[in-house]
């Protein structure tokens, strides 16, 4: 437990020292916001601290050297959060190992802000439109002697009324300590800005650092650290618990803590959840209120292929 201790304590250092000048002021000063929502309920749940686990095909989003950890045919993740007002955000990846050539994988993230009222220079309704963001990214991972690696290629799109694009690359890398501690970190969305007509946005480029934990066998303590191009680091905190009820299904209590969201208010960034696992099925689901904005709610379903 020291050792995984001075380790992130050196990385809190060195995250901070390398990044001193990004800070709130920076806040508003990149685009394509969605990039920063997560995959999976499960990692959600926990404070949106999963770069040290990253142990299926949500591995895509949060530290693309997880996917290594995919084994047999693959694995299927599918999410739906219930966001403010009429805006739905959806997550579906795939991963799939090939023997000595390592994990290929696919995600697409899709945020969808409902049906708007379009008006003129005047105040005076003209229509509608459908704001939308998406990203694909493709996958790849190799485990390189005891370092596992990975990489994505990204696809950005933004539709207000005109639709920009930008494309970006994520870079992963995962070590094993021993067989309770596990560090991982990875580099995101590095790229092109995205254009619109005459406006141009930076991409959210992260630097995220994260450890895991096994407290005991069915018990797990994570931790991540981001250092954000667009405003303060921050820290996610979280914890799982998986109780076996039956032979063939097991269930999980998760909470965690992020500081990203302390200053909304209400909860202050507290993240709760839970799943149902049966065989190689599992329902996840997680709640994380953001003050006075409301109360989101995520549902994932995710399946492991023999």
Known sequence: MKKILAVLACAVFCANLGFASFSSSDIGTSGAAFLKLGAGARPTAMGDSFAGISDDSTAIYWNPAGLNQVAGKGSLTLMH??????????????????????????GVQYLSYGSLKKTDNTGLEVGDFSPTDMAVSLS??????????????????????????????????????????TLGAAAQNV???????????????NIKIGGAYTVKKNWLAVLDINAPIDNDINYGIGTEYVYKLKD?????????????????????GITVGFGVKYQDYCFDYAFVPYGDLGNTNRISFSVQFK
């Open 81 to 106: 959060a219930i966001w403010f007002e009429d805006i739905s955000y959806d997550w579906v990846s795939y991963a799939r190992p090939y023997k000595n050539l390592g994990v290929f994988g696919i």
């Open 248 to 268: 063939k299904i097991d269930i999980s209590g998760r909470a965690g803590y992020n500081t990203r969201n302390s200053k909304t208010g209400g909860l202050n």
């Open 191 to 205: 790229g092109t800005k995205l254009k619109y007509v005459s406006e141009e946005d930076s991409l959210p480029m």
């Open 140 to 181: 790849y991972a190799k485990k390189v002697k005891d370092i596992s690696l990975g990489a994505n290629l990204k696809y950005i799109s933004s539709k207000i009324t005109n639709t920009a694009t930008a494309y970006a690359v994520d870079l992963g890398a995962m070590k094993k300590i021993n067989n309770k501690i």
